[in-house]
T-cell receptor, first 115, second 115 residues
Framework: AQSVTQLGSHVSVSEGALVLLRCNYS??????LFWYVQYPNQGLQLLLK??????LVKGINGFEAEFKKSETSFHLTKPSAHMSDAAEYFC?????????????FGQGTELSVKP | EAGVTQFPSHSVIEKGQTVTLRCDPI?????LYWYRRVMGKEIKFLLH????????ESGMPNNRFLAERTGGTYSTLKVQPAELEDSGVYFC?????????????FGSGTQLSVL
């Protein structure tokens, strides 16, 4: 069975500092991996996805994630945090088969950005 | 283009009552998904419609939950009778196609509180 583990339910960084949100996955098949973000009172929005084309994936708002098969990781990074990045971030893996919309989510990481 | 719309945004009911949540997907999207996030836990898949047919309802917790999508447009999720453990945020998502490269568009969710 596939699963996703996000390390750290809360992460706090200073504005301008590096953002690193950790995600490890478990999958018996080559995974499709996603990062979603939820801003207050909004729906989940896709930040980026890995679909085996390239191990370093660039997303919106300056975020990127690197797929590391040897470490079964898909950590999300941003070089310089902005106040507007404060939100909850979810890592997810697509279930096997053709149901691309059937996602298995991690528990979420809430990012706080201090001025 | 209108996004995925869910209402109500909040619902507070007493244990034993009935609640119906509604989701209006993006026009033309055949795929509709329901997810739920119980407080402090991960977002979990409930079920998947393709047009008006239930493609996968493996995530439905028990027979107190009934989802419908008459005519393949909007969907409703009824909880009858509601229990305390049903409290959480219910998300709806839609997509125009299935497959591993599927892109989901999420609504902002319905916060359900069962007292």
């Amino acid at each position: 069975a596939q699963s996703v583990t996000q390390l750290g339910s809360h992460v706090s960084v200073s504005e301008g500092a590096l953002v690193l949100l950790r995600c490890n996955y478990s999958s018996s098949v080559p995974p499709y991996l996603f990062w979603y973000v939820q801003y207050p009172n909004q729906g989940l929005q896709l930040l980026l996805k890995y679909t085996s084309a390239a191990t370093l994936v660039k997303g919106i708002n300056g975020f990127e994630a690197e797929f590391k098969k040897s470490e079964t990781s898909f950590h999300l990074t941003k070089p310089s945090a902005h106040m507007s990045d404060a939100a909850e971030y979810f890592c997810a893996v697509s279930d096997q088969g053709n149901q691309g919309g059937k996602l298995i989510f991690g528990q979420g990481t809430e990012l706080s950005v201090k001025p | 283009e209108a996004g995925v719309t869910q209402f109500p945004s909040h619902s507070v009911i007493e244990k034993g009552q009935t609640v119906t949540l509604r989701c209006d997907p993006i026009s033309g999207h055949d795929n509709l998904y329901w997810y739920r996030r119980v407080m402090g836990k991960e977002i979990k898949f409930l079920l998947h419609f393709v047009k008006e047919s239930k493609q996968d309802e493996s995530g439905m917790p028990n027979n107190r939950f009934l989802a419908e999508r008459t005519g393949g447009t909007y969907s409703t999720l009824k909880v009858q009778p509601a229990e305390l453990e049903d409290s959480g945020v219910y998300f709806c998502a839609s997509s125009p196609w299935t497959g591993r490269n599927e892109k989901l568009f999420f609504g902002s969710g319905t916060q359900l509180s069962v007292l």
